[in-house]
Nanobody, 122 residues
Framework: QVELVESGGGSVQVRGSLRLSCTVS????????MSWFRQRPGKEREGIVR????????YTSSAVEGRVTSSLDNAKNTLYLQIDRLTYDDTAMYYC???????????????WGQGTQVTVSS
């Protein structure tokens, strides 16, 4: 059984930074795809970053490009997301998702975490 657990959310000051972690347990495949999504209040869920475990696919949304660093630690099965220069618009529920490699190129992720809330305040 595959499980994803996110951590690192909370209340953060505007213009600060935060680092989210998502750890996967269970077997997805020899190569897999992981992604961070977020859902801001009143808006649809949007993908932020997407990366394959073999690094053949990497994507960062233009909405956060230049402020976001993602990294995947294969040994720990953990995907990290660091967001710098936080704005109020970064307030959202952040979700981690995972699936087979092909999902990186299109399709719906079969595995999701419960989400971690990030609130940016002054």
């Amino acid at each position: 059984q595959v499980e994803l657990v996110e951590s690192g959310g909370g209340s953060v000051q505007v213009r600060g930074s935060l680092r989210l972690s998502c750890t996967v347990s269970g077997y997805i495949g020899p190569v897999y795809c992981m992604s961070w999504f977020r859902q801001r209040p009143g808006k649809e869920r949007e993908g932020i970053v997407r990366i394959s475990s073999d690094r053949t696919y990497e994507y960062t949304s233009s909405a956060v490009e230049g402020r976001v660093t993602s990294s995947l630690d294969n040994a720990k099965n953990t995907l990290y997301l660091q967001i710098d220069r936080l704005t109020y618009d970064d307030t959202a529920m952040y979700y981690c998702a995972a699936g087979p490699l092909g999902i990186c190129y299109g399709g719906n992720f079969p595995y999701w975490g419960q989400g971690t809330q990030v609130t940016v305040s002054s």
